[in-house]
Nanobody, 121 residues
């Protein structure tokens, strides 16, 4: 059974930074694309960043240049680092695992429970 458990959310001031972590259990980490998505109230879930097992990550235009995603195979953990946070980054952030290059949120196979990030102005 696969579990994704996120941590690291909270209240951050605009211009600040944060690190989100997602620990994956089960046997998927070595073969799955790992990603971070977010969903703000009243909006559709959207990609933030996604990283394959081998190759370059992809980022949403809205976070490009101020975010980094990384995966630690030994710890079966994927991280999301974000800097220069803006109020519009406020959302619930979800860790995901998908078995194909398709980054559409509806095509990801596994999800964490989400962690809230609130950026105050």
């Amino acid at each position: 059974q696969v579990h994704l458990v996120e941590s690291g959310g909270g209240l951050v001031q605009a211009g600040g930074s944060l690190r989100l972590s997602c620990v994956a259990s089960g046997s998927i980490f070595s073969s799955y694309y790992m990603g971070w998505y977010r969903q703000a109230p009243g909006k559709q879930r959207e990609l933030v960043a996604r990283i394959p097992t081998d190759g370059p990550p992809i980022y949403a235009d809205s976070v490009k240049g101020r975010s980094a995603i990384a995966r630690d195979s030994a710890a079966t953990t994927v991280y999301l680092f974000m800097t220069s946070l803006k109020p519009e980054d406020t959302a619930t952030y979800y860790c995901s695992a998908g078995s194909t290059p398709d980054s559409a949120w509806s095509h990801q196979r596994y999800w964490g429970q989400g962690t809230q990030v609130t950026v105050s102005s």
